[in-house]
């Protein structure tokens, strides 16, 4: 049987999903939605000439050939598109953040428990090579017990440009939901428990007037001890350059993953050894594991609750930030 | 061996009356005491003029007093455990034992720094993970007090969230932002990273291997030469300003933070 998916917003990210949906077995485009009709159609008519479009994702809810949804809204409209989707009795992949705070994202959480249907937050970086085979290594004990992770991203320049509402606070909620939960999600799924506390610092680098972080620093606490450090900048010179570092370290061993490269290197008692990536197949992976899952009614691979955590732990940070101190974080 | 002939000449002097006590014999301090021609000892009868006091060494506090009683040079390799432990000694007349602001990838950070080359610094980090004479405590201090001496800037505010891994969040002068981060593994080989960004580039730090990236619209590699552990003993031998366990104290203080 095939899975049928309806797109809901079709702007830059909706094209990483239409083209990773090309590639997934067992699931078709039936349909994609935007408030800017003119988009959808355009949106459509580039993918198939079979595709549907309409102005109104509750139309596009409404289509019984939909079988699950990915949503591609601006940040702000994600709980209420989720839960509609829900209540119409469509699987979800939705874009990260889950929603811009913890209420909306406890609803959703609730929503999709009741349902039965699949709710996937969409953390990307789970899915990248980097992303997975660290866990992997993690989970057969090649670095022992995890107990720290530093993993740096820095970019530039203003993302999106001056108009974009990426920038805009009460549309994305500032790059810690709407970039940082990224990072916040793979380094405590990496560690594998729970945060109890986080300090962060931000700064405005491209301008002061800006109204969100464009550089943030998270330190996290874990129970248990562990440590992780997260570190993004979207307002770095020079502009075209994209810098990401990682060390992972367990108390058997460490893995580094230098700024210039896709490669990591494996330090134990043993010895010190490459570690190679295969390639960057991220939102391919994605797509296909929500088609999975959501087609056999199989657990979400990306939990709710995680989506929810991520959104607990960016909305610490700005707390930490605008307070100078760290706070805590109730599992 | 350096490049030029004369600073390959003198490095290859005996260092008359530098001695160590409970130093692993293995470590990188113990290897460059050697080289310079000093002794590691089990006590102080051994004649001598500037003593390292190693992270191994049985009550390094007894052993500091009477070293200095005698007229000896004092570096103490752990500060942080040192000031720990029950004793008293007076801190300023004490050497610290850092070694990471010697290695000479902090020298040229913070002559690139000093030349403008990445702009004004926003924000500095700094880790050390791996095999190591110390605990974790004590190589974060030892990255604090590089991360200060590289950029000039005076510590405004540390909070810690860890300590094993030891992880202390910062604030420095100028609204400079960032941490150092240590975790001691038992490993064969260890790294420690420096990064500072700025508004026009950024310096990648790789404090272990002697070499800095700087990344700005014309990026470049620095390559460097003699390691930390030995110019620091280079520096203790000659007198030059080194600083105090009085130092270490107040970073020590503000390090203990925390929620």
């Known amino acids: 049987m095939t899975f049928g998916v309806g797109v809901v917003g079709t702007g830059a990210v909706a094209q990483l999903h239409l083209a990773a949906l090309r590639k997934t077995p067992n699931a078709r485009l039936v349909g994609v939605a935007d408030v800017v009709p003119d988009r959808a159609r355009s949106a459509a ?82 899915f990248y090579d980097y992303g997975r085979q660290i866990k992997e290594w993690l989970d057969a004990g090649r670095l022992g017990n995890p107990r720290y992770v530093r993993l740096s991203i820095s970019t530039g320049w203003i993302w999106g440009g001056w108009g974009s509402w990426v920038i805009d606070p009460a549309e994305s909620g500032g790059h810690l939901l709407h970039n940082g939960v990224h990072m916040l999600d793979l380094v405590t799924w990496w560690l594998g428990a729970d945060p109890v506390q986080v300090m962060a610092r931000g700064q405005k680098l491209t301008s002061s007037h800006l109204q ?61 050894s490459p570690l190679g990536f295969d390639g960057q197949q991220g939102f391919d992976r994605e797509v296909a594991a929500w088609v999975q899952a959501a087609a056999h009614r199989e657990p979400s691979p990306v939990k709710p609750q995680d989506g929810r955590r991520a959104v607990q732990l960016a909305l610490a940070a700005e707390a930490s930030i605008t307070a100078a101190r760290p706070v805590r974080v109730d599992s | 061996v350096a490049r030029d002939r004369p600073r390959s000449s003198a490095l290859r002097q005996p260092q008359a009356g530098l001695v160590g006590i409970g130093l692993e014999p293995k470590s990188p301090l113990a290897l460059a005491l050697v080289a310079r021609g000093g002794q590691i000892v089990d006590s102080l009868i051994v004649p001598s003029t500037h003593l390292v006091v190693g992270a191994r060494a049985s009550d390094p506090a007894m052993l500091v007093a009477e070293a200095l009683a005698s007229g ?49 610094p926003f924000a500095v980090t700094a ?73 026009h580039g950024s310096l990648l730090v790789n404090l272990g291997a002697p070499h800095v990236v700087e990344v700005t619209d014309r990026m470049a590699m620095l390559r460097l030469g003699e390691q930390g552990p030995g110019l620091l003993l280079d520096a203790f031998c000659s007198d030059s300003p080194l600083p105090t366990l009085a130092d270490a104290a107040s970073l020590v203080a503000a390090s203990r933070r925390d929620s």
Not at chain 1, 46 to 58: E, F, I, L, Q, T
Not at chain 2, 81 to 109: H, I, K, M, N, W
Not at chain 2, 144 to 167: I, K, Y
Request: aromatic share 6%; with cysteine.
């Open chain 1, 45 to 126: 008519i580039a993918y198939s000439k079979d595709v549907r479009w309409s102005g109104s994702a509750a139309e596009l809810f409404a289509w019984p050939e939909v079988d699950g949804v990915i949503v591609c809204t601006p940040n702000r409209t994600h709980a209420e598109v989720v839960a509609q989707a829900l209540t119409a009795g469509k699987h979800v992949l939705v874009e990260k953040p889950l929603a811009l705070d913890l209420a909306s994202a406890d609803r959703l959480v609730r929503a999709a428990e009741s349902s039965g249907l699949v709710l996937m937050p969409g953390h990307t970086h789970r």
């Open chain 1, 212 to 272: 969100i972080w464009d550089y943030f620093h998270v330190v996290i606490g874990y129970a248990g001890g562990a440590a992780a450090v997260v570190e993004f900048s979207r307002g770095s010179r020079p502009r075209g350059g994209v810098e990401r570092s990682l060390t992972v370290a367990g108390d058997a061993g460490f893995l580094t993953m230098p700024a210039d490269g896709w490669g990591g290197i494996l330090r134990t008692d043993e010895g010190t």
């Open chain 2, 72 to 120: 000896r040079r004092v570096i103490v390799e752990d500060p942080a455990s040192f000031l720990a432990a029950p004793g008293s000694v007076p801190l300023d007349r004490v050497f610290a034992g850092f070694t990471y602001r010697f290695e000479p990838a902090a020298a040229a950070t913070r002559a690139s720094l000093q030349a403008g080359t990445i702009g004004l």
């Open chain 2, 127 to 199: 880790e050390a993970a791996g095999r190591s004479c110390v605990d974790s405590a004590g190589l974060a201090l030892d990255l604090l007090d590089a991360v200060l001496h590289v950029t000039g800037l005076a510590l405004e505010s540390a909070v810690r969230v860890g300590t094993d891994p030891f992880v202390i969040s910062l604030l420095l002068a100028d609204g400079v932002v960032g941490d150092v981060s240590a975790v001691v593994i038992s490993t064969a080989e260890s790294i420690a990273n420096l990064s500072v960004r700025g508004s």
